[in-house]
RNA sequence: GCCCGGGUGGCGGAAUUGGUAGACGCAGCAGACUCAAAAUCUGCCGUCCGCAAGGAUGUAUCGGUUCGAUUCCGAUCCCGGGCACCA
């Protein structure tokens, strides 16, 4: 009987969806534990072997745990909202609907193809009204909620309502400002409108004013990778920013609990980072300064207050009012030229980009405590969205500021003596402070709260935190998202009711957008008759939160009982990509937290653990053609293939990578070998022939040499062609490691592998390629190796002639010691996520135990069990082989014990000055005394001591010795 | 530009993070079995010198700490990811 994997995994994928075993239970007497992966936003080019890495590492975990005794909740679902279904959509008619649901029944065709335990009837989809029903209703809470800043936490509106009702806002301590505060008279003297506006100012939901990248000639708003260089990627049409009606999440409220929480959570330290900086809390001062013959002040926001004897220019970012105001009459073409420059540019360009721009404005800002005139410039490297837009450039101390000063020639002040070199700037806190008034002689960090209270006995500072994080823009004008539950009246917003809930997308016909910026929605009579919102939500509306559906996933009453919601509790281990590091992590941690506030959950972080997996790169591959038609001037001289189209010609790499020019004779008679088509055409060196790059599809590519016959028959005018080969006759490709994307030919499917190698192999050659958490490009060059392990593995259970070999004789220690080591290491390794390294383990398990010719039960049975979360197919068939009646699934993992693999002595690397020269095999309870004279009466030892006395021996009990010379 | 990862044989990677560098696998070479092929098995396999024993050298580059550095520190170079409307 030999390893048929196809009949095995087709039999027990079968099995098991019959007999539902992987139905997870809401009530168990076992622990609870629950693996979630990032649910796929399923594209129209399917799975790629790079999306599985991530789910079989959970699979397996799942598997484990389920082994080790715990009730197991590791559902999936689909992320099924998006931007490419809409171009799609706009691009063919195709509803967004149709081709969503035609996507996802080819993504769960090809994820169960490799064997995953989800349980299908958790399944959900964010665009499936029964799930946006309650999107919808958590955007409500959002929109029924402030943040309480003296609780630190969401509260009802309700209650806010009935604090103004009451006791109105005034301050706590001084004067109330027209326009901010009010008394509960005045509140109640309100308008409707009044009062909707100022409490829009505190929802959680709230609507306002931002700005968008706008491309006048497409009509529609763009994404920022959508546009390049300024144009837009489709069409290359000039795009504009446009301020627009949005919705917000107030994120910015939790930025301090959200910073908190990360020390709650198992996140890498990197991920931590990124959030951190993300959220980007800094502490410094907000500056008011007064500005030369202008009513108006420049509010600067700084971290360096301590700076501000330093202070050469002022720079504001180019949107703030401000500039217009202020610019003088010889600056005003200037700026109005610069500002023309600016709005066409994106904010990643501009941060992107080395070069400098800037303008003055013609107006200066006074020192308040020098007097000095400082020059007031607009740049685009001071953003408007951070701080106050405006900052105080310190050149001698910030890099940024130092640059720009030597760019446009602007004198630099130096306060910190030697500390700056008049090259670069210094941004260091140490130094002692000079030319700087009255805090000379301070050191800089202690001169901090000096300034900070001078400022703020003037009255022209204050101390501030500051966020580099913003609100989240919450709302799209485009068509396949969630709907907003509300409704405009004289411009006042309105919630829906719960009872109207779900608000669901209308079918419409077209996806055009629609007028100024509106999305589609704007288009539909009916939409636009009952004054509902146009936008709708954005992809991460559904992922904030669809972990918690998968706990309750058919509840009609509620997004999650609470009950079960207690139950699940966090998601224990969260497995996907870093690309989601700051958007969808944080927002579901946001929405997690307001649930939790509103006594919604029980809990205020959503993930226990999060285990990022690398991302797997497509590795490309190109074939070199040969310009031979009308780019080289000679169209009527080619011949044509069977097609009727011009036969091409493909150079090997070599000849690329060695230059054209160099070897266009060599190429040109090598041409003429093959086919007559360069007849009557004198060789010369200076035709200046042009070669092209092309993606060829990988799987036409053995490692880098091509496979010719497959490739003619790739595309009609490839027929025919002609390849200039290497020295050996092969073809070889170039290649680059890009993105894995259909467009470049570089995807290799997951169907194909298994379909030739098997579930099993296939799983398993995903965890062997390396750590879970690195990014590296797929090969399928080593996919054999693992496929022989597993034929090697079901050799030590079946003899293809005599059929099953297993024995019930006694195991022998040797045997039990491979046994209790793999328990050890493989087990060790599951629980680390070292997936590549417990394969590895298997395979030496099996190499040794092949080595023993060991066929007995007692230890392969153990062996068996510990491979099942791993190869799930082949682990099932042969315990059925075994006899036993149940699944595997089931049964309880093996136990390690430590006698069988304890050892007395080691075989110590005996190093003679950090340089190992020889070993000693010597008990492990030696002291030592005892390696001192065992090791120098040692030949080699003495050899290489040539007669000195040791000055140190080192030696470090179960790892080295040394011995110093 | 800013933030975050990562550079180890021909290739993927291991060394559970200061203690024998290269486990395991791929590819390659030599051999066994076979009429042959497939499958399977055995041996070799970083580089340099050497028949070998052995020696030198070696973890992106340069420098440092240490009895000892792939691992820690400083500088440099290269590659990948993120940067707020891609998901």
Redesign the pocket.
């Known amino acids: 009987m030999e390893y048929d994997f196809r009949r095995i995994e087709k039999a027990w994928q079968q099995k098991w969806k019959e007999s539902k075993i992987y139905q997870v239970s809401n009530d168990s007497v076992n622990p609870k534990f629950y693996v979630l992966d990032m649910f796929?936003?399923p594209s129209g080019a399917g799975l790629h072997v790079g999306h599985p890495l991530g789910y079989i590492a959970s699979d397996i975990y799942s598997r484990y745990k389920r082994l080790k005794g715990y009730n197991v909740l590791h559902p999936m679902g689909f992320?099924s909202f998006?931007?490419?279904a809409e171009q799609y959509a706009l691009d063919t008619g195709q509803h967004p609907a149709v081709t969503t649901k035609k996507n996802i029944a080819t993504f769960k065709a090809q994820l169960d193809n490799i064997g995953f335990c989800y349980d299908w009837s958790r399944e959900v989809q964010t665009s499936d009204p029964h799930f946006y029903k309650w999107t919808q209703w958590i955007f409500l809470q959002l929109f029924n909620s402030y943040f309480c800043h003296t609780e630190k936490k969401a509260l009802p509106i309700s209650l806010l309502i009935k604090k103004y009702e009451t006791k109105g806002s005034m301050p706590k301590t001084g004067e109330p400002v027209p326009g901010k505060h009010f008394t509960a008279e005045q509140w109640n003297a309100f308008s409707e409108k009044e009062k909707a506006e100022i409490l829009m100012r505190r929802r959680l939901a709230y609507c306002g004013y931002g700005e968008?990248?706008w491309c006048e000639a497409l009509g529609t708003?763009?994404?920022?990778?959508?546009v390049v260089n300024g144009v837009s990627e489709r069409g290359g049409h000039p795009v504009v920013k446009k301020t627009?009606r949005?919705w917000y999440l107030r994120i910015t409220a939790y930025a301090d609990r959200l910073l908190e929480g990360l020390d709650t959570i198992d996140f890498s330290?990197?991920m931590k980072?990124?959030q951190a900086?993300?959220i980007?809390k800094s502490s410094g001062a907000e500056i008011d300064f007064s500005i030369n013959g202008h009513e108006q002040k420049l509010r600067v926001y700084t971290t360096r207050p301590d700076t501000i004897f330093g202070v050469d220019f002022m720079v504001i970012a180019p949107e703030l009012e401000l500039v217009n105001e202020i610019k003088s009459v010889p600056q005003a073409a200037a700026v109005d030229e610069y500002l023309a420059y600016v709005k066409s540019r994106s904010?990643?360009e501009r941060?992107?980009e080395?070069k400098i721009t800037g303008v003055f404005t013609g107006a200066y800002a006074i020192n308040p405590f020098d007097d000095r005139e400082i020059p007031i410039w607009i740049s685009e490297y001071v953003l408007a969205g951070y701080g106050t837009g405006a900052i105080m450039a310190v050149p001698c101390g910030d890099?940024r500021d130092h640059r720009f000063a030597k760019h446009f020639a602007i004198p630099i002040t130096n306060i910190i003596g030697d500390h700056y070199d008049g090259e670069e700037a210094n941004p260091t806190k140490e130094a002692v402070l000079q030319n700087s008034g009255f805090l000379d002689g301070l050191v800089m960090k202690g001169a901090m709260d000096v300034v900070l209270e001078a400022l703020e006995t003037k009255g022209i500072g204050i101390r501030k935190v500051n966020y580099?994080?913003?609100d989240?823009?919450f709302?799209?004008?485009?068509y396949w998202g969630e709907p907003f539950p509300i409704v405009w009246k004289n411009g006042i917003a309105y919630p829906l009711n719960e009872s109207e809930l779900p608000l669901e997308l209308p079918h419409v016909d077209s996806y055009k957008p629609g007028p100024e910026g509106e999305g589609p929605l704007a288009n539909i009579d009916t939409w636009v008759q009952q004054d509902l919102e146009t936008n709708t939500m954005?992809?991460y509306a559904g992922s904030s939160w669809y972990f918690l559906r998968y706990m309750d996933p058919h509840n009609d009453k509620e997004f999650c009982n609470r009950e079960t919601s207690d139950y699940w509790n966090q998601v224990d281990l969260y497995i996907g990509g870093?690309?989601?590091?700051?958007?969808h992590l944080l927002y579901s941690r946001m929405w997690t937290k307001v649930l939790y506030d509103l006594d919604l959950i029980g809990h205020d972080e959503p993930y226990k653990k999060l285990v990022n997996q690398g991302?797997i790169?497509g590795s490309s591959r190109f074939v070199y053609r040969l310009q031979t038609g009308t780019a080289a001037g000679r169209d009527n001289q080619i011949p044509l293939n069977k097609n009727g189209l011009p036969i091409q010609v493909f150079i090997s790499k070599s000849y690329y990578d060695q230059g054209l020019k160099l070897n266009i004779e060599t190429i040109l008679k090598k041409v003429n070998a093959h086919i007559n088509i360069f007849n009557g055409v004198e060789l010369r060196n200076d035709y200046g022939f042009l070669v092209s790059q092309l993606h060829v599809d990988v799987n036409m590519v053995n490692g880098i040499e091509l496979d010719v016959e497959s490739f003619k028959k790739w595309k009609p005018d490839f027929e025919d062609a002609v390849f200039i080969t290497e020295e050996d006759g092969k073809y070889i490709c170039g290649t680059e490691?890009?993105?894995m994307s259909k467009s470049k030919f570089n995807t290799v499917n997951p169907d194909d592998l298994v379909a030739k190698y098997g579930a099993d192999t296939f799983r398993m050659y995903e965890m062997?390629?390396?750590?879970v958490e690195?990014?590296?490009p797929w090969?399928t060059?080593?996919i054999?190796?693992?496929h022989?392990?597993l034929?090697?593995f079901w050799r030590l259970f079946v003899d293809e002639a005599k059929g099953l070999l297993v024995t019930d004789g006694e195991p022998s220690m040797e045997e039990l010691k491979v046994l209790h080591n793999a328990i050890r290491?493989i087990e060790?390794d599951t629980e680390?996520f070292?997936f590549?390294?417990g394969?590895?383990s298997f395979?030496?398990a099996t190499?040794e135990l092949?080595?023993l010719k060991c066929h007995k039960r007692s230890v392969l049975e153990p062996l068996l069990i510990l491979l099942a979360p791993y190869a799930p197919h082949v682990a099932e068939e042969l315990w059925m082989l075994l006899g036993n009646k149940t699944s595997i699934l089931d049964v309880s993992y093996p136990l390690f014990e430590e006698k069988y693999v304890k050892e007395s002595t080691k075989?110590y690397?005996v190093?003679i000055?950090?340089?190992?020269?020889t070993?000693l095999t010597l008990p492990l309870d030696i002291t030592q005394k005892e390696v001192e004279e065992i090791a120098v009466k040692d030949e080699v030892v003495q050899k290489w001591l040539e007669g000195k006395t040791p000055k140190?021996i080192?030696y470090?009990k179960n790892?080295?010795i040394?011995i110093?010379v």
Do not use: C
């Open positions: 796929p936003y992320d998006g931007l490419p968008v990248n708003v763009l994404a920022n990778d959508e627009l949005q330290d990197a980072e990124m900086n993300w980007g904010e990643r941060m992107a080395k890099d580099k994080m913003r989240a823009a709302s799209r004008q485009r954005p992809g870093t690309e989601h590091a700051v958007g991302m790169q490691v890009e993105k062997f390629l390396g750590p690195m990014s590296k090969d060059k080593g054999e190796g693992v022989r392990f034929k090697k290491k060790n680390r070292s590549n390294t394969v590895s395979m030496i190499n092949t080595d075989a690397p190093a000055n950090g340089k190992t020269r070993e140190k080192i470090v790892k080295m040394n110093v």
